[in-house]
């Protein structure tokens, strides 16, 4: 069982930053199974959509509306800690941000609301 404890959602104006950061809490054996994290996002009537992924390796994977402006990184050092530090925001980035991270199943975080607004 993996467990994705999400932080850093909020309001902001369009052009501003946020950054998403998810941990996740598990056992020492599922911590190391662990081997891809992102981020995804759902808008109001629509379907969620991946934003930006990364795996053990390091190899990133981004979303074609959110490249050069989103980045996505790690911190394995004791946890896994994923970041998402996202710029020029615009209204259309407004969703539910989930953090996912992949074993041999499938967890989700519990999401958090990101608003880009005037």
């Known amino acids: 069982q993996v467990r994705l404890v999400e932080s850093g959602g909020g309001s902001v104006q369009p052009g501003g930053s946020l950054r998403l950061s998810c941990a996740a809490s598990?056992?020492?054996?599922?911590?190391?199974?662990?081997?891809?994290m992102g981020w995804y996002r759902q808008a109001p009537g629509k379907e969620r959509e991946l934003v930006a992924t990364?795996?053990?390796?390091?190899?990133?994977?981004y979303a074609d509306s959110v490249k050069d402006r989103f980045t996505i990184s790690r911190d394995y050092a004791k946890t896994k800690t994923v970041y998402l530090q996202m710029n020029s925001l615009k209204p259309e980035d407004t969703a539910v941000y989930y953090c996912?991270?992949?074993?041999?199943?499938?967890?989700w975080g519990q999401g958090t609301q990101v608003t880009v607004s005037s």
């Open positions: 598990t056992s020492l054996v599922s911590i190391n199974a662990i081997n891809v």
């Open positions: 990364i795996t053990n390796g390091g190899r990133t994977n």
């Open positions: 996912h991270a992949r074993t041999m199943y499938d967890y």
